[in-house]
């Protein structure tokens, strides 16, 4: 055992600031009838191809139906010129 720890807890791992995460909204649409919100999260992982990903959470509901949930399973991520970027849909925690 490394003496000290190589990691320890951080105020980031409390559920209070994933709650804040949670609810931080960058953006908002609606799109076909359902809300959608976005917000970034502060997690960045390998792609294997030698870049990394940023997370980004998704929330979609249908306004008034609070018992149901879609479960999102692709999509089209652009920049703001329209340029495609490479995305995975990768199912997160509720």
């Known amino acids: 055992m490394p003496?000290?720890?190589l990691t320890r807890p951080s105020w980031w791992d409390s559920d209070i600031a994933r709650d804040i995460l949670k609810?931080?909204?960058?953006?908002?649409?609606?799109?076909?009838?359902l809300h959608v919100r976005?917000?970034?999260?502060?997690?960045?992982?390998?792609?294997?191809?030698g870049g990394l990903l940023q997370s980004i959470r998704l929330r979609v509901f249908r306004p008034g139906d609070a018992?149901?949930?879609?479960?999102?399973t692709r999509a089209r991520v652009t920049t703001g010129g329209g340029s495609?970027?490479?995305?995975?849909?990768?199912?997160?925690?509720d």
Do not use: F, I
């Not at 609810?23 to 009838?33: C, H, N, Q």
């Not at 018992?67 to 999102?72: F, L, T």
């Not at 995305?87 to 997160?92: A, K, M, N, Q, S």
């Open 3 to 5: 003496k000290p720890p």
């Open 23 to 33: 609810e931080r909204v960058a953006t908002t649409a609606d799109l076909g009838g």
């Open 38 to 49: 976005m917000s970034g999260e502060p997690l960045l992982r390998s792609d294997g191809r």
């Open 67 to 72: 018992a149901w949930h879609p479960r999102v």
């Open 84 to 93: 495609p970027v490479h995305c995975e849909v990768v199912p997160g925690p």
